[in-house]
Structure formats: C-alpha cells, structure tokens
C-alpha cells in the first residue's frame, strides 16, 4: 500500500512563502507522475501542479504559474511544492497525488491512483 504525507502547512501573510513536502512510501516512487491539488471551502479539489516522474516535465495552473514550483527528489520519494508571493485566494487544504506509471503530468483528479491527507494553508491579508 502506498502512503502519501503530506507537511509544510501553516498560516502565513499574503507575499509570504510557504514549501510544502509529500513524503511517499514504497520502493517504486520514481515511477510515479506526482501533483498537487487544492480544495477551498465549498469549491471542488482543483489541479495546482503536476511533475512528471523524472522530473523533466511540470505544468501549472494558470492561477499559480510564475508563482509556484513544483519538484521531486527520488533519492528522498519526496516531492515539493515551493509556493511564493502566497494571496488569500491561495488558502486552501493542499493535497499530493501519485499516478503509478507516469510518463507525463496529469492535470485531471480522476487520473490518479494515491491521495495524501491533505495539510492546511492559509493566507491572511
């Protein structure tokens, strides 16, 4: 069973930065496209950032583009989300995602096989 935790949340003012981790069991992380999606309250879990299994590729949402980094270290089966210039609009809880065999990142939830709990941002003004 593969598990995903996720850590790095927390609250911070807007222009802060926050790097959130998504440590990933198994012996088998290198295989894995990853992503980051977030749900705000009321609304539906939507794509941040997505990382290719080696790294090679990543895509963005539009909201976060030029604001956000995402990147993996296989050594550590981590992967990262580095997130600055931070506004209010970005509170939300964060999760990771891994798709087993990912030659591409995916953008769309269902395409996903593992889901980590999710940690908290918020962003006040």
């Known amino acids: 069973q593969v598990q995903l935790v996720e850590s790095g949340g927390g609250l911070v003012q807007a222009g802060g930065s926050l790097r959130l981790s998504c440590a990933v069991s198994?012996?088998?992380?290198?295989?894995?496209?990853m992503g980051w999606f977030r749900q705000a309250p009321g609304r539906e879990r939507e794509f941040v950032a997505g990382?290719?299994?080696?790294?090679?590729?990543?895509g963005y949402a539009d909201s976060v583009k030029g604001r956000f980094t995402i990147s993996r270290d296989n050594a550590k089966n981590t992967v990262y989300l580095q997130m600055n210039s931070l506004k209010p609009e970005d509170t939300a809880v964060y999760y990771c995602a891994a798709k087993v065999f990912g030659d591409l990142y995916y953008t769309q939830k269902q395409t996903y096989d593992y889901w980590g709990q999710g940690t908290q941002v918020t962003v006040s003004s």
């Open positions: 990382i290719n299994k080696s790294g090679g590729t990543t």
């Open positions: 198994g012996r088998t992380f290198s295989s894995y496209a």
